[in-house]
């Protein structure tokens, strides 16, 4: 069984900025790529950030510049640095893992999404 749960989310005025973390726990042997995903409302899923397992990084070209990911891989657990924070950055912000458990197995993890809000 794998956790992953997201957290620091809030609101914030056009301008700020937010950390946002996402940990993994369980029965983990592995964590390949991670992602971080958001959905504003009336909007399809996107993926704003990603992360391989060594480190290599891709944007969303909206927030190129503004956001940055990183990962421990020691402690299962990803970031979102998110400066200069824009009302159209205003989603529910996703934390997606694909992780090999100790069985082996490998599968895609979600977790339960934390609410970002800009205000102009």
């Known amino acids: 069984q794998v956790q992953v749960v997201e957290s620091g989310g809030g609101l914030v005025q056009a301008g700020g900025s937010l950390s946002l973390s996402c940990a993994a726990s369980?029965?983990?042997?592995?964590?390949?790529?991670m992602g971080w995903y958001r959905q504003a409302p009336g909007k399809e899923r996107e993926l704003v950030a990603g992360i391989t397992r060594g480190g290599s990084t891709n944007y969303v070209d909206s927030v190129k510049g503004r956001f940055t990911i990183s990962r421990d891989n020691a402690k299962n657990t990803m970031y979102l640095q998110m400066n200069s924070l824009k009302p159209e950055d205003t989603a529910v912000y996703y934390c997606n893992a694909i992780v090999v458990d100790r069985g082996l197995r490998r599968a895609d993890y979600w977790g339960q999404g934390t609410q970002v809000t800009v205000s102009s």
């Open positions: 369980g029965s983990i042997f592995r964590i390949d790529a």
